[in-house]
């Protein structure tokens, strides 16, 4: 059977603040650690009114401080923003602190635009071409050391924790799937971005596989947008806010989420329908027959699911009925 896990972004609803936003990831999170899913990712997005996880180490503190048995972890870390000695030293002290309950999930893009990448004094390009080494010196400084040599052996990540985080890559393109193959580690592929590669890329991972100190087989995790309610109706009422948010996103209008009352009339509401989309909206045996056909198509190992609404008490009844469905 194939594992479930959670994806949030801590979204900004319309009329609310970023306080409310993470004080509902945090009601998800420890939602989702009651119903059984495996682990809970945050993502890291910057210089965006409508997403409030802008620092994943942190926030994942807090997180982990407010569960007791699932993963947390990043979904991701953009390493080209961030220097991998800070990286390696930040996932070292919450492993100390949440033994074998940390995820690193890294990604190569910048998670916002080249201005504000470049604010946090990395130059974009050089880093994005760097990456491969700078997640070699990152899983090096934190216990996985692969080569002759690496920055670990002059830096040693700090507090030396018992255990190590679980490192893995993430990516929407071919790139990270053979990267993450190459090292053996697994890897987690954005289905949810609706690029349409999903396939190739899955294979891409799985052919280039090769066993590694960390992982003896593949292990893929394919994120899923995936929304259920009581009726396929309901489901997508309360999921028209997201796909008015996405198409804003592709035609450079970002906005708020909007309450689902307010989102059949909004002028964005027409294309937003029209737009073509793979996430997954109904019933409960909808949602999960589209998953388990995600599953055996991607030969996914586990899907992580993310679908943003406005009141979070629908995120976690979808969660509850996805769960039940699934089992």
Do not use: C
């Not at 409030?52 to 990043?74: D, F, K, M, N, W």
């Not at 002759?148 to 490192?167: H, I, N």
């Amino acid at each position: 059977m194939v594992a479930l896990s959670v994806l949030d972004l801590a979204v900004v609803g319309e009329g609310r603040t970023s306080a409310d936003a993470l004080k509902d990831t945090t009601r998800l999170a420890q939602a989702a650690e009651a119903l059984g899913y495996v682990r809970f990712w945050v993502a890291e997005h910057h210089n965006m009114p409508t997403v409030a996880s802008t620092a994943p180490a942190v926030l994942i503190a807090h997180i982990a401080a407010a569960t007791e048995r699932i993963h947390v972890g990043s979904g991701g870390v953009m390493l080209p923003n961030h220097s991998p000695f800070a990286i390696a030293e930040q996932f070292a002290l919450l492993e100390a602190l949440h033994p074998g309950r940390i995820d690193l999930g890294i990604g190569r893009a910048p998670g916002t635009d080249q201005l504000t990448a470049s604010a946090f004094g990395r130059e974009p390009r050089n880093a994005v071409e760097q990456f491969p080494r700078d997640v070699i010196d990152v899983m090096g400084m934190l216990g996985d050391r692969r080569g002759e040599g690496g920055l670990w052996t002059r830096l040693r990540a700090t507090p030396v924790a018992g255990s190590t985080p679980t490192v893995a890559l993430l990516g929407s393109s071919g790139y990270s799937a053979q990267l993450a193959g190459m090292l053996g580690i697994p890897f987690a592929y954005a289905h949810h971005f609706d690029t349409g590669a999903t396939d190739v890329v899955s294979q891409l991972y799985l052919d280039n596989f090769t066993p590694s100190p960390a992982l003896a087989q593949p292990y893929l995790i394919v994120g899923v947008g995936a929304l259920a309610a009581e009726t396929d109706e309901r489901a997508e009422h309360l999921a028209l806010p997201s796909r008015i948010m996405r198409y804003g996103i592709r035609t450079n209008q970002r906005m708020q989420l909007l309450h689902p009352d307010d989102a059949p009339s909004h002028p964005h509401a027409g294309p937003a329908l029209q737009m073509p989309t793979e996430q997954l909206t109904g019933s409960p045996e909808r949602v999960a027959e589209g998953l388990r056909l995600l599953a055996q198509r991607t030969h996914a190992d586990e899907l992580m699911i993310t679908g943003a609404t406005y009141d979070v008490d629908h995120r976690i009844k979808s969660l509850e009925l996805i769960h039940a469905a699934m089992h």
